[in-house]
């Protein structure tokens, strides 16, 4: 499995404000996904982030919304902008460590409460 | 489209008691599925997956068998402990596109001594 960390791992939020997330992986992957599991609820990917590539961005997200960097294979960054109370969730990164396999591996979560 | 749906929650049960889970998906394909489970104030983990038609996957006493004929892949474990007490998610692959997963919503499992 990788090893991923992601930073912070909560944070309470004014509204209006932005949030930069951080997600490190421990190997060079390919592909880095953005979740987002709101209070008692699934999980919903947000974007699919390559590195060197735009990231893209599932149905009902935006880019001007959540920003996303991919500088190196192994780090990302997702903005959660100009926030709402609506935004509090556990904000998740995850990884296909090995190529083809569609198993993915989660960090432990960015916890945002938005106030 | 592809989606998962997964038996409602939450579920509680006594120590050593057989758990099931029951999870269906839409029939787009054979997808590869898997169940993840979430510990209390931990992040998602693999638990186990199947790739193709009557494939079992099976990890920590959990199994689950991929029926194609049911579209179905339910969770299975014969004697649960209370460290099994997590949310459960099955999910699976997107046929089209990249290799993104779907989710079903979750099972909350408390297991009590």
């Known amino acids: 499995s990788a090893v991923i960390s992601q930073k912070p791992s909560r944070d309470i939020c004014q509204r209006g404000t932005s949030l930069t997330i951080q997600c490190q992986v421990d190997s060079q992957v390919t592909m880095m996904f953005w979740y987002r599991q709101q209070p008692g609820q699934s999980l919903t990917l947000i974007a699919t982030?390559?590195?060197?590539?735009?990231?893209?961005?599932e149905s009902g997200f935006v880019i001007d919304k959540f920003p996303i960097s991919r500088p190196n294979l192994t780090f990302s960054t997702l903005t959660v902008s100009n926030m709402s109370p609506e935004d509090s969730s556990i904000y998740l990164c995850s990884v296909e460590r090995r190529p083809g396999s569609y198993e993915q591996y989660f960090g432990p979560g960015t916890r945002l409460t938005v106030t | 489209g592809d989606s998962v749906t997964q038996m409602e929650g939450p579920v509680t049960l006594s120590e050593e008691a057989f758990l099931t889970i029951n999870c269906t998906y839409t029939?787009?394909?054979?997808?590869?599925l898997f169940w993840y489970v979430q510990y209390p104030g931990e992040g998602l983990q693999l638990l186990l997956k199947a790739t193709k038609a009557d494939d079992k996957g099976s990890n920590k006493g959990f199994e689950a068998t991929y029926r194609k004929e049911t579209t179905s892949f339910h969770l299975e474990k014969g004697s649960v402990q209370v460290s099994d007490s997590a949310v459960y998610f099955c999910a699976r692959r997107v046929i089209q596109g990249a290799q993104k997963l779907v989710f079903g919503q979750g099972t909350r499992l408390t297991i009590n001594p």
């Open positions: 982030a390559n590195q060197g590539s735009e990231a893209t961005y």
């Open positions: 029939a787009t394909g054979y997808p590869s």
